[in-house]
């Protein structure tokens, strides 16, 4: 396995466990009676196990077969409503910075197949910080009140 393909196997691995994060993250928020974030973040989840099998299939349609790693217990607490959606605004930094660095070593190696399969991703990244980014700015102006709490949570239970 060369060392892009190796790269993407972590980054499929790397997805699956970013849906263990937010499945966590929506557990905290169902045990706060907040449904519509827990919602939120089930459907975060969802997509995190949408982009692996989206790697898994692209492995196997190359002639790579994927592997699975150990994935690590999630955090159980994230402390109040805008620091839980901080926190996961920074891992899809984090899924962001990942993405780069394969896309860097896609066209390092000039393998065009992973540089086409790669823009999906990057565009996908765009779409999710910024998504994280106006949610973070509401929280903020909401400012913990819980009567703008309740009605944020309706609007994303409609997600």
């Known amino acids: 396995m060369g060392k892009l ?7 499929y691995n790397f997805e699956i466990s970013s849906g263990y994060i937010y499945y966590s993250m929506a557990n905290y928020m169902k045990d706060k ?5 827990a919602h939120f973040f089930n459907k975060q989840a969802e997509e995190e196990f949408t982009h692996a099998e989206k790697l898994r299939q692209f492995l196997f349609e190359i002639g790579s077969r994927p592997e699975l790693e150990g994935i690590e217990k999630p955090q159980v607490e994230f402390g109040n409503f805008t620091e839980t959606f901080k926190a996961a605004y920074e891992h899809e930094q984090e899924v962001t910075r990942r993405i780069n660095e394969l896309v860097d070593l ?8 992973v540089t086409s399969l790669l823009q999906w991703y990057i565009d996908e990244q765009v779409e999710e910080e910024d998504n994280f980014r106006g949610i973070i700015e509401r929280l903020e102006r909401i400012d913990e009140n819980w009567a703008g709490l309740y009605i944020f949570d309706g609007e994303l239970a409609k997600r």
């Open 5 to 11: 393909i190796k790269k993407i196997n972590e980054q």
């Open 33 to 37: 009676g907040m449904d519509g974030f």
């Open 106 to 113: 896609s066209l390092e190696e000039k393998d065009r197949r």
